[in-house]
């Protein structure tokens, strides 16, 4: 795939890529790309994230089998986001939770 991926990285080596879950639009979890992880992603059609905290690569559920099938990706209106919509084996969090975002804050009515 020959894409030219330059727009999404003008502003920053990194960009947020927000991961939902295709058959029920969940929010699974945030993590960050590089143009390689970009690059990886869009060649192999799973999920590959920048680690900040290891400063390397990681290819989502490589090691747990927890694996993300891209569906689609969509840029955000300033090229500075993605949306990434997969199905989802197994937990998306490393905690095993399906999602990360469990960890409720307050409900508004």
């Known amino acids: 795939m020959n894409l030219n991926l330059d727009k999404y ?4 080596e990194l960009i947020p ?3 939902q879950e295709a058959s029920t639009g969940e929010v699974l979890m945030l993590a960050y790309m590089n ?4 690059q990886k992603t869009l060649e192999t059609g799973y999920t590959w994230f920048w680690s900040r ?3 390397e690569l990681w290819n989502k559920g490589a090691t747990s089998g ?3 099938k891209i569906v689609s990706i969509c840029g955000d209106c300033d090229d500075d986001t993605l949306l990434i919509k997969v ?3 197994g ?6 939770s399906h999602s990360c ?5 307050k409900d508004f009515d």
């Open 9 to 12: 990285f003008a502003k920053a």
């Open 17 to 19: 890529a927000i991961v």
């Open 35 to 38: 143009r390689e992880s970009l």
């Open 53 to 55: 905290s290891r400063q």
């Open 66 to 68: 927890h694996l993300q």
């Open 87 to 89: 199905i989802q084996t």
């Open 91 to 96: 937990a998306a969090c490393h905690t095993g």
């Open 101 to 105: 975002f469990f960890n409720k804050i």
